[in-house]
């Protein structure tokens, strides 16, 4: 867990995590036209795509369900969420690499910059999210009060996401090669995951093998939240809250550990 004094300094770098939030924001869109406008555009194309062309043009259905827009509901709840973890895993695996020089120039708690990694990806997932909500809404597909269920699952997400990114960014300044590698794990690891398809038309012995994947659960519970309306099965996310806890305190031993070294081998 997180130590008195390293939750000391980072409640008096607050201001620097809270500029670096902003100024990473603020440069993503400095000189481009339409400026931030680009960050509602975005995912609201990608809604637009998932409910006409899968769910109009293609005439794609959720097995079990009449709902007109319910595969499309069921794609973004998968695909958008499964975007904030990898942000959060791939940008924090190599945050401490891309702040070299920072890490090297400055004294200040470094553990400050997974957690800027963290905020910077829940500023654009709060915007997304936001249309998709308002998109649940004007198609009367909103699943009322259950839909607040979603925040202790995001907030499971989130622990294991940098847990996990916390154990890969410091093994990659020491092994390079764990970047590169975890990058193409990401790309299996979607396709692994009940996003695009539902896991009742997996085969039974590949289905059997998700209870490894500690995301099928995490994607799974927005999925009966915001698809079906229903409570989550809070049992299935044990395995994801015990993950969590064990990269999160893996990740500040080995951060604590090896932070001396740390800027020897930037």
Not at 6 to 25: A, K, T
Not at 122 to 135: E, Q, R, S, Y
Not at 228 to 243: D, F, R, T
């Amino acid at each position: 867990m997180i130590s008195r004094a390293m939750f000391s300094g980072l409640w008096r770098y607050r201001g620097f995590v809270l500029g670096s939030v902003q100024r990473e924001f603020q440069s993503r869109y400095r000189n481009s036209l339409l400026g931030a406008t680009w960050t509602i555009l975005n995912p609201l194309a990608m809604i637009v795509v998932y409910t006409v062309i899968f769910s109009q043009v293609m005439g794609s259905r959720l097995q079990g369900s009449t709902a007109t827009f319910a595969y499309s509901i069921y794609l973004c709840a998968g695909a958008l969420t499964w975007g904030l973890f990898a942000e959060i895993t791939g940008r924090s695996q190599s945050v401490f690499i891309d702040h070299a020089n920072l890490i090297k120039k400055l004294q200040f708690p470094r553990i400050c910059l997974p957690i800027i990694v963290v905020l910077n990806a829940l500023v654009n997932f709060t915007i997304i999210f936001g249309l998709f909500t308002a998109f649940l809404v004007i198609s009367g597909s909103f699943p009322g009060w259950v839909y607040f269920a979603v925040f202790p699952v995001l907030l499971l997400q989130i622990a294991f996401a940098i847990g996990l990114g916390m154990v890969l960014g410091v093994l990659n300044v020491f092994f390079r090669d764990v970047g590169q590698f975890f990058t193409i794990v990401l790309q299996f690891w979607f396709w692994f995951t009940p996003i695009v398809y539902p896991a009742n038309t997996l085969p039974a012995p590949v289905r059997e093998l998700l209870v490894w994947n500690p995301m099928a659960a995490v994607i799974g519970a927005y999925q009966q939240i915001l698809v079906n309306g229903q409570m989550p099965q809070w049992g299935s996310l044990l395995p994801v809250a015990i993950a969590g806890l064990v990269c999160c305190t893996l990740g500040l031993q080995l951060f604590r550990k090896r932070a001396g070294e740390m800027v020897d081998e930037l």
